[in-house]
Each structure stands twice: as structure tokens, then as C-alpha cells.
């Protein structure tokens, strides 16, 4: 019998979605705070500007701003504020798109692509570390069955949005 399931034969409508998402979540606080503290002390870049330094470092011709928040999930205010402090350290510039004279592209400069580069080798040093002792076929079982879980719930918001 799953784990979850143990304590209740039947379990209550919605007690095992709601363990769920609190397992998730207290896992993605752990390792959030611990990267985040590693990376600030090092470096001095919360997780979101790492965040940020790494969707540009995907795209090396940069993203609309509009893009970038999409990418991130996070609103365009959450966006505008990282931009300016990354402009203020010079680690991202920012110019008026070409083809979209209402839209601006930011890009790693090389200062940003150096910190950048740097920054993502103690990101994964550091959940190396602190995944190291789990075996790694269960760390396997574990993204398929998160990429399974996500996958359906994408396809089902999909048929949520069409029927609306």
C-alpha cells in the first residue's frame, strides 16, 4: 500500500492531492533556501536572479521582457524589478527590440554570462550534495512520476481552458 494511503484505508476526497502539494512544497522550500543562501553568499544572486541569468543564458540573442516572464512564471512587476538590479550590476543589458518598437530585449553581458557560468556550477554542485545520498534510480522514479504528474495536469488545464 502507497505511503500516503497508509494511515487511511480510504483516504478523504482531496487528502492525498493535499499531502501532495505540501510534500512538494516543503521540498522546494528546503532546497530553495539552501540555494539561495549559496548562491547569495558566494556570489551575491538570489535563486530569482540566477533564475533570470539562466533563461538569458538559453536564448543568447536575449528575450522580450513579456517572454521572460512568461518562461519564469512570474508576473511582469516580479520581472521589471529583477531587470533593473541586474542593469544596476551590469551582469544584463537592455535595448529597444527591433522588430517591436514597444518591446525591449535583455541579454547576458559578459559579466553576466562569467557569474552566470560560475553560479551554475555551485547550483549543481550544491543539489548534487544534497541529493547525493538518495540512489539515483529513485531520484529517476521520482522526475518520471513529476513529469507524468505535470504532463497531465498541463493537458487537463488545456481542456479546462477550451471548454470555457
Known amino acids: 500500500m502507497p505511503a500516503a494511503l497508509k494511515d487511511n484505508v480510504v483516504p478523504v476526497q ?5 499531502r501532495l502539494w505540501l510534500q512538494l512544497l516543503s521540498l522546494h522550500g528546503e532546497l530553495f533556501a539552501s540555494l539561495n543562501s549559496v548562491l547569495s553568499s558566494e556570489f551575491g544572486l538570489s535563486l530569482a536572479k540566477f533564475d533570470v541569468l539562466a533563461q538569458l543564458d538559453r536564448y543568447p540573442d536575449g528575450l522580450a521582457l513579456g517572454q521572460l516572464s512568461q518562461n519564469l512564471k512570474v508576473s ?11 542593469l544596476a550590476d551590469d551582469l544584463i543589458s537592455k535595448a529597444m527590440s527591433s522588430e517591436d518598437r514597444r518591446s525591449f530585449i535583455v541579454r547576458l553581458t559578459p559579466k553576466g554570462a562569467a557569474l552566470f557560468r560560475k553560479a551554475a556550477d555551485v547550483h549543481k554542485r550544491h543539489l548534487s550534495t544534497r541529493l547525493e545520498n538518495i540512489p539515483a534510480q529513485e531520484l529517476d522514479t521520482a522526475l518520471g512520476v513529476l513529469r507524468s504528474l505535470s504532463s497531465k495536469i498541463r493537458t487537463e488545464s488545456k481542456k479546462q481552458s477550451r471548454r470555457k
Open 76 to 86: 511582469g512587476g516580479n520581472v521589471s524589478g529583477l531587470v533593473q538590479r541586474l
Open 14 to 18: 482531496g487528502q492525498i492531492e493535499t
